[in-house]
């Protein structure tokens, strides 16, 4: 009887101590929360930016040419800042941090040099000369068509790696991003 009783405590101590600190729901990693809040606060900024079109009259060949120019210019700066930011903040603090921000600068350079060419490409189109001027306009319709396909950008890129895809989960301006 005494065995029965003895094994008995010791199997509710067992169930005791399964609810103890040792089972506790593991911590936030907070420096990749503040870090993901960061880098959504220089996206929030970027996409201020972005989101301002360009007033483009279409009668005037040539102020359409000049408007689109700017807001070319425009893009690329806003994602040398978004570039800039990220980098400002360094590698997050997660497994693999440094090639997740690797990725996420290949893809926004790599946005970034499209953008730059068809500005280039655009500026020094004449608009007298209707075939290469359309053909201009065309590859601005890639690089909005690229950077459309961006937007998700570095985020997408950021998120992809299972830690920091939590810490954006948690960032506050990160929620503030996703209800845009």
């Known amino acids: 009887m005494r065995a029965v009783l003895v094994a008995g405590a010791l199997a509710g101590l067992a169930v005791l101590a399964g609810c103890g ?11 990749a929360i503040t870090w993901s809040d960061h880098v959504c606060a220089v996206v929030r900024d970027g996409g201020t930016k972005l989101s ?8 005037d060949v040539a102020k359409a040419r000049e408007g ?14 978004l570039g800039d930011g990220i980098t400002r903040e360094g590698p997050p603090p997660v497994t693999d941090g440094q ?11 790599t ?20 075939a ?12 909005f068509a690229k950077l459309g396909n961006t937007t998700e950008g570095p985020t997408k890129d950021l ?11 948690k960032a506050p301006t990160c929620q ?5």
């Open 21 to 31: 600190p040792d089972k506790a729901a593991p911590e936030e990693n907070t420096a």
């Open 52 to 59: 301002q079109l360009p007033g483009v009259d279409a009668s």
């Open 68 to 81: 689109l120019v700017t807001y070319l210019a425009s893009l690329s700066q806003a994602l040398t800042d």
């Open 99 to 109: 090639a997740t921000v690797q990725r996420a600068m290949e893809t926004l350079n």
């Open 111 to 130: 946005t970034k040099a499209s953008v730059d060419e068809a500005r280039t490409a655009l500026a020094s189109a004449p608009v007298s000369d209707q």
């Open 132 to 143: 290469t001027f359309e053909q201009a306009v065309r590859g601005a319709s890639d690089a």
């Open 159 to 169: 998120t992809d790696n299972p830690e920091l895809a939590k810490a954006f989960q």
């Open 176 to 180: 503030a991003l996703e209800g845009a």
